[in-house]
C-alpha cells in the first residue's frame, strides 16, 4: 500500500512497558512449560481467566498467539496446512493460522522472544462460547493433541438483556468447572482468593475503559490501532496487580497529552470508529492510510471487548457470568445498535468504517442491515470495508485505500 504523505503519528511512552509486560508474561509461560513447576492452562479471550489464575495456573490465551501471526503476517502461508486437515478457510483465520502453525512447528515467539523454542504445552484447555463456536473447535483440536483435558462454558449469545436466568446458568457452568480443575491443579479452591482476583480484573477493566475514554477528547489522544497492541495485558493479564499499574500508567499519559491537546495524529480534522476487528497484518498500514488523509480512527467495538464493568469482587461468579455475557460480540442486534449510536455521541465522529471479516462473522456487525439503519437515524455516514483479521487473501489493499479515500473525499464535501 503506498501513501501520499507520511504524517507524524504519535509515540505512545507506556507502550515500551506494555511491550516489557509481555515479555515477562511469555518467558514466565515458557519457565512454567520447560520445568513444569506450574501447570499451563489454555484460556479463550473472554474465558474464564479469573477461575484459573486462582486455581494457581499459569494462564495461555491462543488467541493472542494467533493476533500475532497475523501482525507478524505469517498466517495466510499457515492457514492452508489447515485446510489440509478439513478446516475451511471460511472458518475463524484465528484458529487456521493458529492449527497452521503448530503443524509447521512455526510461532512468532521464538523470534520475538530470545530462548522461547515454542508455545506452551496445556495441562488443560478452557473455553467459553460466549464469543462463538469456533473456539470450542480450535481447543478440541489441541485437546486431542495433547491427550489433555477440555472444560468449558456453553455461553448464550444474541442477548438482549442478561436474565437473571442466563446468568444463573453461567455461573452454575463456571462453579463445575473447581472440582476438576482442583484435581489437575493439585490445588485447593479459595474464594478469597478468587474474589482478590476478580477485584483485581474489575479494576483493569475500569482503568482500560478510561483509557479508552480518553479518546473522546478533541484531538484525540490515542487511535484505534494504538488501542489493538495496547490492549494486550487487558486480555493476558487481568486479574494481576501489574496490569492495573500498567494502565494507570497509560491513562495519566494521556490525560497529560489531552490537557495539553497533543493528538494521537498531527492534523486530526476526520473523527471515525471502527466496528469489528483489525487487520492485523494491515495495522500499521491502517494506521498511516487514515492518518495520511488527516483522519483518526479513534474508537472501537472491538477495544471495548475487555471491558468487564459487572464484575464485583463481594459476588464473583454471578458477577463473572454476568460481565462475560454482557460483552458486546454476545448481544442481540437491537443492543448494539443502541451501544454503537451511543459511542458515536459521546466521541463525536464524522463516520463509521465496519470491518466485514470474512472468517468472523461474530464480529462482523454489518451483514443484518445496521450499517443501514443506523446511517438512516444518525446522519452519519459509513463505509464497509472487506477483509479479514489473519487471511490477507481477503484483503484488497487497493481497493480498501481507493474505497477509503472516496470516503473522506465525501466527508470533506458533507463538512
Ligand atoms: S470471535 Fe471471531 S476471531 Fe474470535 S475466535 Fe471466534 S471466530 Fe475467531
Known sequence: MTEAKQPKRKVIKTAAAMGKYMADYYYELDNAAKTGERKIAWCTSVGPAEILRTMGFVVYFPETHAAMLGSTRMSTDLIPHATALGYSPEVCSYMTADIGAYLQKQTPLTKTFKGIEGIPKPDVLVYNTNQCRDVQDWFGFYAREFNAPILGISGNVTVNASTDAIVTGVAL???????????????????????????????????????????????????????????????????????????????????????????AIENERFRLYWDGMPVWGRLSAHSKLFAS?????????????????????????????????????????????????????????????????????????????????????TGIPSLVIDGDLNDLRCVSDEQTKTNVEAFIEQLEESK
Not at 191 to 206: A, I, N, T, Y
Not at 232 to 249: D, F, I, M, N, S
Open 173 to 263: 457452568q463456571m462453579q463445575d468447572l473447581i472440582a476438576p480443575l482442583e484435581e489437575i491443579s493439585g490445588n485447593a479452591f479459595d474464594m478469597d482468593k478468587l474474589k482478590e482476583v476478580v477485584g483485581l480484573s474489575r479494576q483493569c477493566s475500569d482503568t482500560w475503559k478510561q483509557v479508552l475514554e480518553a479518546a473522546s477528547a478533541t484531538p484525540s489522544p490515542l487511535t484505534f490501532f494504538d488501542g489493538c497492541t495496547l490492549m494486550g495485558p487487558a486480555v493476558v493479564g487481568r486479574g494481576t496487580p501489574e496490569a492495573v499499574k500498567l494502565y494507570k500508567q497509560l491513562l495519566a499519559e494521556l490525560e497529560e497529552r489531552v490537557a495539553q491537546k497533543d493528538g
Open 293 to 377: 488523509l488527516d483522519t483518526n480512527v479513534l474508537a472501537s467495538t472491538y477495544c471495548s471487548s475487555w471491558i468487564f464493568s459487572a464484575l464485583d469482587a463481594e459476588d464473583p461468579f454471578n458477577s463473572m457470568a454476568k460481565a462475560y455475557t454482557d460483552l458486546f460480540i454476545v448481544r442481540s442486534e437491537d443492543y448494539k445498535e443502541a451501544y454503537i449510536k451511543e459511542k458515536l455521541e459521546m466521541y463525536q465522529v464524522d463516520g463509521i468504517i465496519y470491518h466485514d471479516a470474512k472468517t468472523c462473522p461474530n464480529n462482523s456487525n454489518c451483514r443484518y442491515g445496521m450499517s443501514n439503519r443506523i446511517q438512516e437515524k
